[in-house]
């Protein structure tokens, strides 16, 4: 069963940043969310349970920040950030986005 994946606007610019070679990277694995939502590179992010958990998928120096709901089947890409320094500080307020 496949995920719809929404992918924020602002992680649609940070993508754009990217060198071109790792864009086209980050492309394929944002749209692979859609059928494995959980893929086995991915990991859940800390985070106080909610109806959703947020993860990470780890493309060489770059992280996507997503979170899944599997109720309504949706997976929204919150963030692309490079790594280091991106240490996660503004997680709640990525998390924010989604209400």
Known sequence: MSYRVWIDPSAIAETKATPGNMRQLL?????????????????ELDWPPERFQPRRVKIRNWRIIYAVDDADRWVWVLAVRKRPPYDYGDLAQLLRRIG
């Open 27 to 43: 492309k394929r694995a944002m749209k692979a969310l859609a059928t494995d939502p959980r893929p086995s590179d991915s990991k």
